[in-house]
Each structure stands twice: as C-alpha cells, then as structure tokens.
C-alpha cells in the first residue's frame, strides 16, 4: 500500500480559492493530497467511484469542500469509514450559513468534522487531517509541533514589533 494521503473533493472549480489554504496547508507539512472536482448532485456516480478507489489506494482522510446545500461530505461520509472534513464555501446568498448547516446537520451514525466557513475552514480541515494521519505517523506529529511554534513565535514577534511601534 502506499503512503497515507489526504483527498481533497471540491464541489466547483470555484471552491480553488478557499481550497488552496488547505492543498499549501499540506504542502507545507509534506502530506501528499489529491485534488478533484466532483459534484453530489451532477456526478454521484463518479463521486462514488473516486471515493470508493481513493479509500482502496489508502487515503486517510477527506476534505469535502461545497456550497450551498452542501452535500457532498455528507455523500462522501456515506461511502467510506475514513474520517471525513467538510468545509463550508462562502457561496450563494447566505454567504455559506446555509453550506455551513448542511454540512453539520448529518445523521447519526454517518459522521463529518464541520469547520469554520471558507478559507479558514479550509486551512483547519487540512491541519485536523494532519492530525489524524499524525496518529500513526511520528515524524508528522514532529513537523505539527514544529509548525505550531512556527506559528506562536510569529505572533509574538508580531507583537514585539507592535509594541516598538507604540513605543510601549
């Protein structure tokens, strides 16, 4: 089997934009991921054989990105047992409430981890499934610990120099 990988499912090419938080997300931690374009409306039967294909070439998660009713991490989750992440994308005129309630509001027993709207939801749906993937994997726990100083010690450096500015 081949190395663990995070599937990336967008309803629309339009979703790219929020998508790319998450695709540089898992660059940057060195975690392979595909991406794909795939409706649970217009294309369930291809939704359903990527799915079915990616979850037999070891992917360990999926990130459903979708608008409006939102769907597809729902359809996802139904075909697979690996964990399943639905962002919700800012489209239509509920600026994604409406994807946000679509993708949270799943039955028992078929599971999605919802997070935040757009592309900060985007960028968390790709840092949770590092996380998950770090479960097994020692040196992604590493490169998650390493970033999340990374990240600290830019926001205190941030601040260092805001205080400087204030002459604080």
Do not use: W
């Not at 790219?16 to 369930?44: F, K, Q, Y």
């Not at 939801?121 to 020692?138: E, F, K």
């Amino acid at each position: 089997m081949s190395k663990p990988f995070v599937a990336i499912l967008m309803g629309s090419d339009a979703d790219l934009p929020e998508v790319e938080a998450a695709i540089d997300v898992l660059r940057t931690l060195n975690v392979h991921c595909e991406v794909r374009v795939h409706s649970a409306h217009r294309t369930p039967d291809a939704t359903h054989r990527y799915v079915k294909d990616a979850d037999f070439r070891g992917c360990a998660a999926f990130i459903c990105c979708a608008g409006m009713a939102a769907h597809l991490a729902g359809v996802v989750a139904s075909l697979t047992i690996k964990p399943v992440i639905g962002v919700p994308i800012d489209t239509g005129p509920l600026d994604g409430l409406d994807a946000l309630l679509s993708t949270a509001q799943m039955p028992g027993g078929i599971p999605v981890a919802t997070v935040a709207i757009g592309e900060a939801g985007a960028q968390n749906a790709a840092y949770l499934a590092c996380q998950i993937i770090a479960l097994g994997d020692a040196d992604l726990a590493e490169r998650l610990k390493a970033d999340r100083r990374a990240s600290a010690e830019d926001v205190l450096a941030r601040n260092a120099i805001l205080q400087k500015k204030l002459g604080a």
